[in-house]
Each structure stands twice: as structure tokens, then as C-alpha cells.
């Protein structure tokens, strides 16, 4: 089980928990497993071309993944970027 740490906005879909614990070897099964256990989560990281939406950010062990198919190899942590004016 791999370490997921999750933005506050994507906490309503794991029930308020900031920290969670999924399974996969690569990051896109790492993510569909968190979607098995926190159905609507998924389609809020990624896009409908099967890509990190553009204003996500997944760290795996620290380096910024940017491809789904970025092996796991320690804690995974989720970031939103923010805008405004």
C-alpha cells in the first residue's frame, strides 16, 4: 500500500480524510484504485485524454510525475494549483 496525500479540495470525495492508502504499480493504477475505493475522484485528477489535468500536480517519492505511467517507488502526493486574480 502506497501513502496518497490529497489537496483539500478533493477531500470531499475520501470523506474528509487528507491521507489515504491505495495500491498500484504505476501511477495511473495507484489512481484508479483510490477512484475504486473514492468513487468521482478520478475524473477530478484526470482528463477525459487519460492525462494529469493541466492544474494537478502528482509527486511520487518527491519528483513530479508526468505521465500516468510513472512507476511508484514511495508516498504520492496530490497538489492543485491555484489561480485568481
Known sequence: ??????????????????????????????????????????IRVVDEQDRVRPHIKCFVAGSQARSLATPISGEVQIIAALSGG
Open 1 to 42: 500500500m502506497t501513502r496518497v496525500i490529497l489537496p483539500t479540495h478533493l477531500r470531499s470525495y475520501t470523506a474528509g480524510i487528507a491521507e489515504i492508502e491505495a495500491e498500484g504499480s504505476t501511477l495511473g493504477e495507484l489512481l484508479a484504485d483510490v477512484e475504486r475505493r473514492h468513487p468521482g475522484f478520478l
